[in-house]
């Protein structure tokens, strides 16, 4: 026969352990060092972003152009000493993984001046070093217990599906402004149309009317 108090002790661990897994379910994980943002960047113009970053540190720059133009843009990364790491010319999406050589401040711009009548919108994702274990090691005298195991994996698997959401976001935004895009033009064009079939109805009336008119003809008359 169990001790008095014994129930109510199990139940209150079991509520605990019930909390703090409800709480790992619902935890929506976010990289420790990861900075994601969505901007506008106008014609003509250059945008420029700067974060620390420690010797060693592993990071990785990933970007996409949602909107505008030809969706391109010019990306470029340097490091501390105004080293080029990183450079393209016109890329719609990319990504890109480098330790850092040195203590600093990295510096990555993206620029549209050779845009002169079009802005766009960028997305990008900067992720400076890895994600924090969900339980730290230290001070641990024994290996993780099969909740805590299951925890693990429902945290990775979260983080899975959390970039999946990002990406399926970002290309339903790309289709989006394509498809908005596409429709515009179609008004245009049908616009032009209906103006050049009114054009051509109107001159066909009046080309008929002057086949069917009645001319006047103006006649002499040579006196003897």
Known sequence: MPR???????????GRWGCKLLALLLLVPGPGGASEITFELPDNA??????????G????????????????????LEDPDGKVLYKEMKKQYDSFTFTASKNGTYKFCFSNEFSTFTHKTVYFDFQVGEDPPLFP???RV???TQMESACVSIHEA????????THFRLREAQGR???EDL????????VGEALILLVVSIGQVFLLKSFFSDKRTTTTRVGS
Not at 8 to 13: C, G, N
């Open 177 to 179: 402004s394509r498809a």
């Open 4 to 14: 008095p108090g014994s129930a109510q002790r199990w139940a209150a661990a079991t």
């Open 57 to 76: 540190t592993k990071c990785t720059l990933e970007f996409q152009v949602i909107t505008g133009g030809h969706y391109d843009v010019d990306c470029r």
């Open 142 to 144: 024994s290996a993780l």
């Open 137 to 139: 090691s230290e001070n």
């Open 46 to 55: 250059k945008q420029c972003f700067y974060e620390d970053i420690a010797q």
């Open 158 to 165: 979260l983080k899975s599906v959390i970039d999946y959401q």
């Open 183 to 190: 429709n515009t033009r179609v008004a245009y064009w049908s």
